[in-house]
């Protein structure tokens, strides 16, 4: 199983490099140019694999962790990051999916109100109502990490719902609604580089409260 774990990880950082530097040549490519929809393209599936390779290595873990009987009350620093990670995992997989159905319905927001994107819209909100929820009634020492990117399922399970609702839609609000939904994904990947990437490369350690500020910097600035 840690097998699968490392080489879930490794596609992960493969695929996490290739869609940091992918997202930006749609950004300012002519949209709906050539290279704007194939680097569109590569980012989007670089995307999916990242998170898919995400949801392995989490549940390799996590197969790890039970094997070895580590629960909360043992590691609870370590088992609230995973959740994290996986509420981050989920929720970022529901924008890039919401972006890509907004391209494809076009001006008919009511084309993609299905069940499952309703569904997912819902569970996005209950992702954050739960993270909230676990800081709050666990207590984990990284519990701050957990309430300063609980919005985001919010938000975006809120906003998918309301577009989806539309009837008076304008001709280009699924133009803004998909470059918001792919801007909210980029943001998601520079986050990811943010944390893992810029902290290691430069050996930057922050402790505390301070460590909050790689999470939440790039949604800042996005």
Known sequence: MS??????????VAFGAIGLIAFWVPIFAKKGAVNHVRFG??????????L????????????????????????PE?????????????????????GMQ????????DAIRTPLSVFLAYASIASSVG?????????????????A???????NGFGQLRYMRRTDASPRAWLYEHLGAMIGAGIAFHTAFAVFGVTRLFDIGFTGWVAVI???APAVIG
Request: proline fraction near 5%; avoid cysteine; charged fraction near 10%.
């Open 3 to 12: 097998y699968l774990g490392d080489f879930s990880r490794f596609i992960h």
């Open 41 to 50: 393209k590569i980012f989007v599936w670089s995307a999916y694999i990242v």
């Open 52 to 75: 898919a390779a995400a949801a392995i290595a989490l549940a390799s873990r996590t197969a790890n962790l039970l094997r070895e009987g580590i629960g909360v009350s043992d590691q």
């Open 78 to 98: 370590l088992i609230a990051f995973m959740v994290f990670l996986g509420y981050l995992t989920f929720v970022t997989f529901v924008i890039v999916r919401h």
């Open 102 to 109: 907004v391209l494809q319905s076009k001006g008919k927001p």
């Open 131 to 147: 993270i909230i929820a676990y800081g709050l009634f666990l207590d984990p020492p990284n519990k701050i990490l957990l309430f």
């Open 149 to 155: 990117l609980s919005p985001i399922g919010l938000g």
């Open 214 to 216: 790689p999470w939440v």
